[in-house]
């Protein structure tokens, strides 16, 4: 089993940057996926970004060159730096820790972006 506390969402001015951070405890293998999915009202959940076990990193074409996903191994954290935040990034974003067989999710955080 696997536990994911996120932290680090909130209100934002358009143009502005948020960091979202995501720990994970439990029983953590050595080759997963972490990364984050954001859901607005009335769409279905969609990918933002990951990074694997190996470093693999892949960005919605929606947010490359404006956000930048890291981890911290030994903290099993991983990290999302939103910059050039747009008032369509606006969404509750959740976190995923994903395994062969099993995908953990976050209860999430919501980030608004408004004037």
């Known amino acids: 089993q696997v536990r994911l506390v996120e932290s680090g969402g909130g209100l934002v001015q358009p143009g502005g940057s948020l960091r979202l951070s995501c720990a994970a405890s439990?029983?953590?293998?050595?080759?997963?996926?972490m990364g984050w999915y954001r859901q607005a009202p009335g769409k279905r959940r969609e990918l933002v970004a990951t990074?694997?076990?190996?470093?693999?990193?892949n960005y919605a074409d929606s947010v490359k060159s404006r956000f930048t996903i890291s981890r911290d191994h030994p903290r099993n954290t991983v990290y999302l730096q939103m910059n050039s935040l747009k008032p369509e990034d606006t969404a509750a974003y959740y976190c995923?820790?994903?395994?062969?067989?099993?995908?953990?999710w976050g209860q999430g955080t919501q980030v608004t972006v408004s004037s």
């Open positions: 995923l820790h994903r395994v062969i067989g099993r995908d953990y």
């Open positions: 439990g029983t953590i293998f050595s080759i997963y996926t």
């Open positions: 990074i694997t076990s190996g470093g693999t990193i």
